[in-house]
């Protein structure tokens, strides 16, 4: 089965940045549109951030301006930049490879079901301090 690995979680202070990796082992993320999630205590998993095998992105508007994904692949990582950190984005954050290569669906909606996305990676925690 296709593993993706989460990486660089912490805690930070209201205001303080965090860059999150998803990195896969053992397969290639290039034909990939790649998702990251967020869970929230008492909360359903949410979309956060999605971009396409062709590097299209899409954010969430709570992080829009906040958070960058980028896509590294010589490293066949990709990553989620997040600055100006709020303690309402304190969340278990969640990689995961697309059923699709793309972030959009053919009405332009985003796809953020998490039934479109195939391979999950174990997630990695970010705190928020306010």
Excluded at 1 to 22: A, I, M, N, P
Excluded at 34 to 59: L, N
Excluded at 102 to 108: A, D, E, F, L
């Amino acid at each position: 089965q296709e593993q993706l690995v989460e990486s660089g979680g912490g805690l930070v202070h209201s205001g303080g940045s965090l860059r999150l990796s998803c990195a896969a082992p053992e397969f290639t993320l290039d034909y990939y549109a790649i998702g990251w999630f967020r869970q929230a205590p008492g909360k359903e998993r949410e979309g956060v951030s999605c971009i396409s095998s062709y590097d299209e992105t899409w954010y969430e508007d709570s992080v829009k301006g906040r958070f960058t994904i980028s896509r590294d692949r010589a490293k066949n990582t990709v990553y989620l930049e997040m600055n100006n950190l709020k303690p309402e984005d304190t969340a278990v954050y969640y990689c995961a490879t697309g059923l699709r290569d793309v972030c959009r669906s053919g009405s332009n909606r985003p796809i953020t079901s998490e039934s479109d996305y195939g391979s999950w990676g174990q997630g990695t925690q970010v705190t928020v301090s306010s």
